[in-house]
T-cell receptor, first 115, second 114 residues
Framework: NAGVTQTPKFRILKIGQSMTLQCTQDMNHNYMYWYRQDPGMGLKLIYYSVGAGITDKGEVPNGYNVSRSTTEDFPLRLELAAPSQTSVYFC??????????????FGSGTRLTVV | AQSVTQLGSHVSVSEGALVLLRCNYSSSVPPYLFWYVQYPNQGLQLLLKYTTGATLVKGINGFEAEFKKSETSFHRTKPSAHMSDAAEYFCAVRGNFGNEKLTFGTGTRLTIIP
């Protein structure tokens, strides 16, 4: 039972390079989310998805893109890396849970440094 | 719109002392409230949640949190701190069905002094 799997765990990018952060969940969760965590700032929502083929912007979407072709996968794309994107990125998933009986399941994070 | 404010980015208590982590929320609808914990180099784990019903919710390891609508608060307490409680704690709020996105506070790093 893997839960939410993120790859890679660490990455160093040069300014202007691009990369994709991978996220896969095996719990058949409808909802998936990408957050970034910066010191003293908590977690900020980048993008989220309520199901395959449906994505929407969160609080800080600029510089990122996502796709959701399957229930399991929700990759995050950085097209032109900038130093401001240095952060720890977390993927999470959840049921479409109106009763809130379940919380989010988080991956272990990807630490990205842009130099 | 919804938001969460955690008072105190760093809290230090002695082992055996009372732990109080503060969380105040703002929400235009009845909120669902959560506490998550993060250990170094790990993702967040759910500890406590308030949805409806009893306003005092209990979690593992002796932590509990109380929802107070009049004070828009969801503070988390533990009577006696243990070294293993050292971590970063996040309070979060979300709306009802159709608005499951969580909004997190900025976190409180708890240090336990031996």
């Amino acid at each position: 039972n893997a839960g939410v799997t993120q790859t890679p765990k660490f990455r160093i990018l040069k300014i202007g390079q691009s990369m994709t952060l991978q996220c896969t969940q095996d719990m058949n969760h409808n909802y998936m989310y990408w957050y970034r965590q910066d010191p003293g700032m908590g977690l900020k929502l980048i993008y989220y998805s309520v199901g395959a083929g449906i994505t929407d912007k969160g609080e800080v979407p600029n510089g990122y893109n996502v796709s959701r072709s399957t229930t399991e996968d929700f990759p995050l794309r950085l097209e032109l890396a900038a130093p401001s994107q240095t952060s720890v990125y977390f993927c999470a998933s959840s049921y479409a849970d109106w009763t809130a009986n379940y919380g989010y399941t988080f991956g272990s994070g990807t630490r990205l440094t842009v130099v | 719109a919804q938001s969460v404010t955690q008072l105190g980015s760093h809290v230090s208590v002695s082992e055996g002392a009372l732990v109080l982590l503060r969380c105040n929320y703002s929400s235009s609808v009845p909120p669902y409230l959560f506490w998550y914990v993060q250990y170094p180099n790990q993702g967040l784990q759910l500890l406590l949640k308030y949805t409806t019903g009893a306003t005092l919710v209990k979690g593992i390891n002796g932590f509990e949190a109380e929802f107070k609508k009049s004070e828009t608060s969801f503070h988390r307490t533990k009577p006696s701190a243990h070294m293993s409680d050292a971590a970063e704690y996040f309070c979060a709020v979300r709306g009802n069905f159709g608005n499951e996105k969580l909004t997190f506070g900025t976190g409180t790093r708890l240090t336990i002094i031996p």
